[in-house]
């Protein structure tokens, strides 16, 4: 059993930063995959990036591509989604989730979900 809790979302200007985190409970983090999603209002659930349980690849949204990173630290089981560049269309709630059977893109082949977090970016 893995429990996620994000953080770190909040208002910010277009042009501007944020870093979101999420926090996971259980001695197993570092088998998991995890990965970034978002869902906008009335809209679908959407692929934002993935990382390897290690750490060592990663796979990104061509819509985030170039802007944001994640990144894992599994000695303080957080995986981190830094935001630059935010534009009012990354407006979502942000989950994150985690995988066992890899990096992937798909949200039903994730396992675990936190309850994400607000980001608004205004115009």
């Known amino acids: 059993q893995v429990q996620l809790v994000e953080s770190g979302g909040g208002l910010v200007q277009a042009g501007g930063s944020l870093r979101l985190s999420c926090a996971a409970s259980g001695r197993t983090f570092s088998s998991y995959a995890m990965g970034w999603f978002r869902q906008a209002p009335g809209k679908e659930r959407e692929f934002v990036a993935a990382i390897s349980w290690s750490g060592g690849n990663t796979y990104y949204a061509d819509s985030v591509k170039g802007r944001f990173t994640i990144s894992r630290d599994n000695a303080k089981n957080t995986v981190y989604l830094q935001m630059n560049s935010l534009k009012p269309e990354d407006t979502a709630v942000y989950f994150c989730?985690?995988?066992?059977?890899?990096?992937?893109?798909?949200?039903?082949?994730?396992?675990?979900w936190g309850q994400g977090t607000q980001v608004t970016v205004s115009s």
């Open positions: 989730a985690a995988a066992l059977s890899g990096m992937v893109r798909r949200d039903y082949e994730y396992d675990y």
